[in-house]
């Protein structure tokens, strides 16, 4: 699978952050996310990246909190937040944190990092869009470890139960979490059977394949909300990262990081 | 929503749940941004008649408090005025962490309305009593926390609620046939207490259901010459400084929540900083789980009624 410049970038960007920080961060996780953002910024969301507060925008909510460098990588590339700006990632003070801080001017929509809770907000402003009579639409994207908290799940049932057209939820699969392998954590390796009685138009795909994703995207609501499962690899792009978890947070040094860099 | 001695008198002998109902189809009438959303609580939160009448503006989310909270502030994120009720502990400790994020961290205008707070649940016990409730929300900065004293009160409030920016806590005590504070006119503005009875001895500061109780101690503490200037602390957060001086020879708080984190602890705070010389009494429940038993047995159990009031006040004496 060719890895489009654009993910490339995304990627490079991303070990740049981490490496000039000079702190670990949740480098697994961001890498794992970097295809299902850049398709959806670039290809999917109604989006104007010079009119971040424009009122009909598609909206997006991380709720994956510890994986913003992703999207702050993805507003880099795109001037959203400015070169200067994000050289203040990580460091005392900054907006730029290690878990997102609601800044719309700079394109984070909300506050996040407790996990769990970004489902509901992003299904409330769904509801909102439909009350309102507004077009736009709102996607929401949560790890499969994320899936434990309760409130996940709440979450599901009222969206499969409402059945709102303008609201997609993607789960990054990884199948990786803090403390390590899902599987013998609570093993979610069977989502879409955990998921199918929930009344959601449910499309598996490979989370790096950007066709995948981008069909996925394009998947008719069928009069349902969508749930997209992004079988991903954690640290995916970056082979000593990949599928290691010592990676989901962790200092990048200089060796690594020139590692790193040269294999993108 | 017409405030008068007859409305009051009816609202009273609706109870606080009833009256939330019609002050929400009112508020929804006036207003077409005013949701009202419920864990499954609807009709426990008094909202059967808006269930059918506005039933476009009524969301009932499932048994899931945590989910509510978080729809509610997706709501609010786009510029709608959810009002979301639970029973108090359900709506404060269950979806804690949501209040947190969303009302606290990202300061979403939602509205969280505590049904049955304090041991107004009654029989129904700890699992459904709200002790810690403004212990909890107080914590949390930038919520706003009002705490009616009676049904004309609780009208304001919900108002007075739609109407801020911002996140607010609505803490109901009492039961119906409550009695009536107001009846008639009277002011209502966030964070600015409402003095109601004039005594230059001591200084009771009462909130919620206690408003009424405390009224009553200073007509018996009167009959033996002690004068208690009554304060009814509708607003927790932010509170009102300006009614606390060092000229009242005692300071006493009259709350039903638990003595850890709510009035006793909010005051007592402020007048250690203002350097207060008199007594101080904080009558509050106790740092514990209760039995359970009917509103009236629990008030007098645990001495939040008029005559335990006076006594407490008199037994320490001025």
Redesign the interface.
């Known amino acids: 699978m060719n890895m489009s410049v654009e993910a490339k970038n995304v990627r490079k960007r991303i070990l740049d952050m981490a490496y000039y920080s000079g702190v670990s961060t949740h480098l697994g996780g961001a890498l794992s996310i970097v295809d299902i953002l850049t398709v959806l910024y670039r290809d999917v969301l109604n989006y104007d990246f010079s009119n971040p507060t424009w009122e009909k925008r598609d909206r997006f909510i991380l709720s994956k909190g510890h994986c913003v460098m992703s999207l702050f990588a993805i507003f880099v590339e795109n001037g959203l937040i400015s070169e200067d700006e994000i050289q203040s990632y990580m460091k005392d003070g900054s907006l730029f944190s290690s878990h997102p801080i609601?800044n719309l001017a700079h394109g984070i929509e909300?506050?996040?990092g407790?996990l769990?809770?970004g489902?509901?907000?992003?299904?409330?402003?769904?509801?909102?869009?439909k009350?309102?009579k507004e077009d736009f639409k709102v996607y929401t994207l949560v790890g499969n470890g994320e899936c434990n908290e309760?409130?996940v799940w709440?979450?599901f049932?009222?969206a499969g139960?409402w059945k709102l057209d303008n609201f997609t939820i993607i789960i990054d699969n990884n199948g990786l979490q803090s403390d390590g392998d899902s599987a013998n954590i609570i093993d979610l390796s069977n989502l879409t059977t955990k998921l199918s009685g929930f009344g959601f138009e449910i499309i598996e795909v490979d989370g790096h394949n950007e066709d995948e994703l981008r069909k996925a995207y394009n998947v008719d609501f069928n009069g349902k909300s969508k749930i997209i499962i992004a079988n991903t690899i954690k640290g995916k792009g970056i082979s000593f990262m990949e599928n290691n978890n010592e990676w989901h947070h962790n200092r990048l040094i200089k060796e690594k990081y020139d590692c790193a860099l040269s294999e993108l | 929503m017409e405030l008068s001695k007859k409305n009051a008198k009816i609202w009273s002998r609706m109870g606080p749940r009833a009256t939330y109902g019609l002050a929400m189809l009112d508020l929804i009438e006036k207003n077409d941004k005013v949701y009202a959303l419920s864990a499954d609580l609807g009709a426990s939160s008094g909202l059967t008649r808006l269930m059918t009448e506005s039933k476009d503006h009524y969301i009932n989310v499932g048994i899931a408090e945590q989910n509510l909270i978080g729809v509610a502030a997706g709501l609010a994120k786009e510029g709608l005025i959810p009002f979301a009720s639970s029973f108090a502990p359900f709506i404060s400790h269950r979806c804690e962490d949501q209040v947190r994020m969303n009302l606290g961290y990202m300061h979403l205008n939602v509205k969280i309305v505590a049904l049955g707070s304090g041991i107004s649940m009654s029989i129904l016990g700890n699992s459904h009593y709200g002790l810690m409730d403004v212990a909890v929300m107080n914590a949390i900065p930038g919520v706003v926390i009002l705490s009616p004293s009676d049904c004309a009160q609780l009208v304001l409030c919900i108002e007075a609620a739609a109407n801020y920016t911002g996140p607010v806590y609505i803490r109901m005590t009492g039961e119906p046939s409550m009695p009536r504070v107001y009846e008639e006119e009277f002011p209502f503005e966030i964070g600015r207490a409402n003095q109601l009875r004039e005594g230059d001895d001591i200084l009771i500061i009462a909130t919620g259901s206690m408003v009424y109780s405390a009224l009553k101690a200073a007509d018996i503490l009167s009959e033996k010459n002690i004068e208690a200037n009554v304060v009814d602390m509708h607003t927790l957060k932010p509170i009102d400084k300006s009614v606390l001086s060092n000229k009242y020879k005692m300071l006493v708080t009259v709350e039903e929540h638990s003595i850890i984190g709510g009035l006793a602890s909010i005051i007592n705070s402020e007048i250690v900083k203002m350097g207060y010389k008199g007594k101080v009494i904080n009558i509050a429940l106790p740092d514990d789980f209760l039995i359970a038993g009917t509103y009236k047995y629990m008030l007098e159990k645990y001495g939040l009624t008029a005559d335990a009031i006076a006594e407490r006040i008199l037994d320490v004496g001025i």
Do not use: N, Y
């Open positions: 609601m909300c506050s996040s407790s769990g809770q489902i509901s907000l992003a299904l409330g402003i769904a509801k909102a869009a009350l309102k309760g409130s709440e979450a049932m009222l139960q």
